[in-house]
């Protein structure tokens, strides 16, 4: 049985990934419990990616894409935020906490934002404990 | 107008249809053992085996993705929903389609029940039809109140209840296969690297109506044959009526009505987003 809670986090190419980038060569700590996946867009990350993520086994996603109006692809992240506020819900109704889903807007001189976002999810999502959807004991 | 003679007039429209030459092929209910089902005229003799009653309940328009000729089809208010939202998606052509509409009162079971989604419909009446049969029918007032129930429970507790459910489902894949929206060829349900068929993990279970849930959203009519065909009782209209939910409220949105608005998860509106 893993002990740590597992967060994998799609970060968009242009902005979120290059900020990860940032936090990293200015040596910030931030908790090892993230794994990320780069993407071109942040809508390119299909809700169905978060869901299978959850099924195997992820605690908590992270879909962080740049600061709306500066998108890359200009209205890529629009429609990322449209999509993800109707995903939370469905979570949410469904007993999935809506912390466990997340949904940013980095820019990429934002190392410190990134850090401190990491930090405070992991926290949030230990709290919570983990998701695991395949043994569920009834308690 | 008693039913009888909205079947009669509905036998009557049909004939006239093939006479006229305006059609091929005429999807429609005819009597079976245990109630009616599904049936496709193609002729004008075979006219007399049409019926309708209120005990119609399949969706019509999942079958109106086989043909491609010109087909006639008799529809309730969720079957024209899930027209309109096939139009909309670019699946048939309205010019290749003659609607019958009939104004509905609810459909019910074989042991005369009627079926929950029908209590809170708020689509009854035809939009598009090319000829209404029957009266119009008044049209309820919107409400949720049917999921204050779940909603209201700690969420512990909402997610023991889904659990319960998903649990029982043995991914026979019925309710994907009996929605009218649910059409894709390629369809990631179908990928046993997502859903294995040998394990059926909860998880899988999970995954599949998740999955669902949000490519139904902005566009499930809430027709309830995903319920209905369920063979392990399992609430998907508590679900699927809890995304309509959060399409209207966060953007007063339904499914079914016009031709031309647009599904709101392919669009976006800067200002009015800002809550989100
Ligand atoms: S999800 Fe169920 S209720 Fe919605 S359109 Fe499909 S079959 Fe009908
Ligand atoms: S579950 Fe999704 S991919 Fe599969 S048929 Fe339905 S809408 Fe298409
Ligand atoms: S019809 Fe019922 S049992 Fe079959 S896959 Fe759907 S929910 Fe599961």
């Known amino acids: 049985m893993r002990e740590d809670i597992r967060i994998v986090g799609f970060l968009c190419n242009w902005c979120s990934y290059a900020g990860a980038d940032l936090a990293g060569v200015s040596r910030l700590e931030y908790p090892a419990n993230l794994r990320i996946i780069r993407v071109m867009c942040s809508s390119r990350v299909d809700p169905i990616f978060v869901l299978k993520a959850f099924k195997e086994g992820a605690d908590g996603v992270l879909v962080a894409g740049c600061r709306l109006g500066e998108c890359h ?63 569920y004991e009834g308690n | 107008m008693k039913e009888i003679e909205i079947e009669n007039e509905l036998r009557r429209v049909v004939r006239r249809l093939f006479l006229e030459k305006r059609i091929d092929i005429f999807i429609g209910f005819e009597d079976s ?52 939202e096939l139009i909309k998606e670019n699946q048939i052509s309205r010019e290749n389609l003659y609607i019958i509409g009939i104004p509905c009162n609810g459909i019910y079971s074989e042991d005369n029940k009627i079926y929950s989604v029908c209590k809170t ?9 090319d000829i209404i049969i029957g009266e119009l029918v008044d049209e309820k007032d919107m409400t949720f109140d049917d999921l204050k129930e779940i909603e209201d429970m700690p969420i512990k507790d909402r997610f023991r209840f889904w659990i319960r459910e998903f649990e029982n489902c043995i991914l026979c894949y019925a309710c994907r296969n009996i929605c009218p929206l649910c059409y894709c060829n390629e369809c990631y349900l179908d990928r046993r690297d997502l859903i294995d068929l040998r394990e059926r993990n909860l998880s899988d279970k999970i995954f ?27 609430k998907l209209g508590k679900l699927f009526r809890k995304i309509s939910k959060e399409v209207w409220e966060l953007f007063e949105y339904k499914p079914g009505i016009g031709i031309e608005d647009k599904n709101p998860l392919i669009t976006f509106d800067p200002k009015r987003d800002e809550e989100l």
């Open chain 1, 73 to 135: 692809y200009i209205e890529g992240n629009f429609y990322t935020r449209r999509r993800f506020s109707m995903l939370k819900r469905i979570l949410e109704y469904v007993g999935i906490e809506k912390e466990r889903l997340r949904v940013e807007w980095i820019s990429s001189s934002e190392g410190e934002r990134f850090r401190s976002i990491i930090e405070e999810m992991t926290s949030e999502i230990k709290k919570l404990g983990k998701l695991n959807l395949d043994k």
């Open chain 2, 33 to 84: 053992l245990n109630g009616v089902r599904p049936c496709f005229i193609k002729s004008v003799d075979e006219v007399d085996r049409l019926v309708w009653n209120k005990f119609c309940k399949n969706n019509l328009a999942l079958y109106l993705l086989r043909f491609d000729c010109r087909v006639g089809i008799v529809a309730k208010g969720c079957d024209e929903g899930a027209i309109i």
């Open chain 2, 121 to 129: 419909c708020t689509r009854r009446n035809p939009l598009i039809a």
């Open chain 2, 208 to 234: 599949f109506h998740l999955s669902r849930a949000i490519h139904l959203a902005g566009r499930c009519i809430e027709c309830g044959e995903c319920e209905r065909a369920c063979p392990m009782n399992i």
